[in-house]
């Protein structure tokens, strides 16, 4: 009998962990990476121990040797400078030499080896330009890395071409590397991208292994829903990151408290800012994230909530009835509840509009932390209007002084049977086919809970 048991117990574990590895993980993005590499004729100076253009080339192709053997990246070039000589300034001088494809790292190393600087620096052209080196793709990273030893020569507006690109949600924020810069011309880089200036030949080895690393790494979130106590106990609700740039949606995660008690770790690209919406009722939102490279990064949010409980005990004829859910004072909708159901929202005041007839408003309905508010709307019962044929027809409820309209019958049935909240009204009506006001039929009636009424209008 052990032996049976251990065996159904093995099966059903067998079939467990079956299923969660079968589980679709989404897959990795690829990683496109466009080095944008300065040719322009003072590439041709000497720092160091060589010419700019061989220590750059030299180090820039031992990079691309490993990059070659990695999964998931692809390269390309695109080099500027090296067409046209100067002078006269050739401002249209830049060209994507090696598009993106797998395996093309011998075409990039064996065009670095016979580029020859020559012209001038349009590198606001060829970020421009760059725009159209990335094919379509549904799962890519775009990175461009920009190797120079001079700024901008062509009038055109780097900062504004890199933002351009982001806005279009085409490439991620640059990375810009600078052969000894003058130190007074490194903030022009700044709004471009994540600029590192290199002083001396060490010091741009190290800079280039820390961009790629950059590029190609991710990092680690954690995000804290905190609830009154400011202990970080919600979860399960949507959450979305969108690109603070672009406006594009960049992860979608369902919140998780994982199997330590704490919220669960996500792998999010560094390269961005994001605004993070958790989408509870109404929605919280926090602005302009920015991730710490190589670092755990916590996000917390403010997101206490409640739940609100509506219901129509006793009656099965309002399960499709919907219920306006405000905030307290305010006009805009946050969400249709349906009868007889429990939603979550985010502690506070609310407005209610139940959209019985006549419709039922409750002001200043509480919900409160982890606990439950309970809304009960009143049984109906239901009103029978026989009428001699269609016609024009409207219901009211009535008071000492006035008559306050709530319902207008359908002009084509002579049979209706509608479902109304306990109270005292009146109908007013006049068939179709007559043709004077004195045929106006005038009466009131009374509904109560759980009964019908029966109304003749003939």
């Known amino acids: 009998m052990k032996i049976l048991l251990r065996y159904i117990f093995l099966c059903f574990l067998l079939v467990f962990i079956f299923k969660v590895n079968a589980q679709k993980k989404p897959e990795p993005p690829t990683s496109r990476i466009l080095f944008v590499f300065d040719a322009s004729q003072s590439m041709y100076g000497t720092w160091e121990s060589d010419k700019k253009i061989n220590i750059a080339r030299n180090y820039l192709i031992h990079i691309i040797d490993s990059l070659e053997k990695m999964p998931n990246i692809q ?17 249209s001088d830049t060209k994507l030499e090696v598009p993106f ?6 075409q990039i190393r064996q065009t670095l080896r016979h580029i020859i600087p020559r012209g001038t620096t349009p590198i606001a052209n060829s970020l421009e330009l760059a725009a159209n080196d990335f094919p379509e793709c549904d799962n890519c990273r775009n990175i461009i890395i920009l190797i120079t030893d001079g700024k901008e020569e062509c009038d055109g507006d780097p900062c504004q071409a890199s933002l351009n690109l982001q806005k279009k949600g085409i490439i991620l924020k640059p990375f810009i590397i600078g052969i000894g810069i003058d130190h007074h011309f490194e903030k022009t880089f700044e709004c471009v991208g994540q600029f590192f200036n290199t002083p001396n030949e060490e010091k741009f080895e190290e800079v280039l292994g820390i961009v790629i690393s950059r590029a190609l790494n991710s990092t680690t979130a954690q995000v804290n829903l905190l609830d009154i106590y400011g202990k970080p106990t919600e979860t399960d609700v949507n959450m979305t990151f969108f690109d603070h740039v672009s406006g594009r949606v960049k992860y979608n995660f369902v919140h998780t408290i994982n199997y330590m008690g704490n919220p669960d ?6 390269l961005i800012s994001y605004d993070l919406v958790v989408h509870t009722i109404p929605a919280v939102k926090k602005e302009n994230i920015t991730l710490s490279q190589g670092k755990h990064t916590m996000i917390g949010l403010n997101a206490p909530q409640g739940y609100l409980n509506i219901s129509c005990p006793g009656s099965n004829q ?14 805009e909708t946050l969400n249709l509840q349906k009868n007889d159901t429990k939603e979550k929202y985010i502690v506070g005041e609310y407005d209610l509009e139940v959209l019985t007839i006549p419709r039922i408003y409750i002001e200043n309905v509480k919900i409160d932390q982890s606990s439950t508010t309970y809304i009960e709307i009143p049984r109906p019962g239901i009103a029978n209007f026989s009428l001699s044929s269609g016609g024009f027809g409207s219901l009211y409820v009535e008071t000492a002084d006035t008559l306050k309209w709530i319902y207008n019958l359908d002009q084509k049935l002579s049979r209706q049977n509608i479902y109304m909240q306990p109270g005292n009204y009146r109908v007013v009506f006049r068939p179709k086919n007559t043709r004077q006001s004195v045929y106006t039929v005038n009466k009131k009636f009374t509904i109560k809970s759980g009964s019908s009424n029966r109304i003749i209008l003939y």
């Open 101 to 106: 494809k797998f395996g093309n790292a011998g």
């Open 318 to 331: 309002y399960k499709d009835l919907g219920i306006i859910i405000r905030k307290n004072g305010q006009a």
């Open 75 to 91: 390269m390309a070039l695109r080099v500027y400078g090296h067409q046209s000589p100067v002078p006269p300034q050739d401002c």
């Open 265 to 270: 770790t996500l792998i999010i690209d560094p």
